[in-house]
């Protein structure tokens, strides 16, 4: 299932995968990854600077995650085109969810604006039976 937002132009949307080769239930370690595609709509070129991440676990753990850009670059976007990466997430439990942001910069002008991440969920598969 993939979850999706649009922000000031910026179109971010998000895939999930349970990784049950790099989980391991028994020491409460659960390991996905998330798929992100980062669209820009807008008429402007933009820049991905920083990112802010919700983390929750089903036992009410959270964390938060802050850094500049993703996975090691801070990609510029033209209009119409897109970014995307993947990356990965552990948790506690068999379940949880993330949600966050984006700070990205508007190359003409160098505005800076927030670009939503949806919250989405993460679920491993054996939790749906």
């Known amino acids: 299932m993939v979850t999706t937002t649009i922000t000031d132009g910026v179109k ?28 820009n ?14 983390i929750f ?12 850009g993703v996975v090691g670059v801070q990609p510029v976007i033209e209009p119409g085109h897109s970014h ?4 990965g997430c552990n948790l506690k439990t068999d379940m949880g969810s993330m949600k966050g942001e984006y700070e990205m910069v508007r190359l003409l002008d160098n505005t800076t604006f927030n670009v ?14």
């Open 12 to 39: 971010v949307s998000v895939e999930t995968q349970y990784q049950p080769e790099y989980s391991n239930p028994a020491n409460e370690h659960y390991m996905f990854a998330y798929k992100i595609n980062i669209e």
């Open 41 to 54: 709509l807008s008429n402007y070129t933009v820049q991905l600077m920083r990112r802010h991440w919700h």
């Open 57 to 68: 676990d089903s036992n009410s753990t959270r964390r938060e995650v802050e850094g500049e």
């Open 84 to 87: 995307e990466y993947i990356s």
């Open 116 to 129: 939503q991440i949806p919250e989405f969920y993460l679920i491993a598969p054996f939790k749906m039976n």
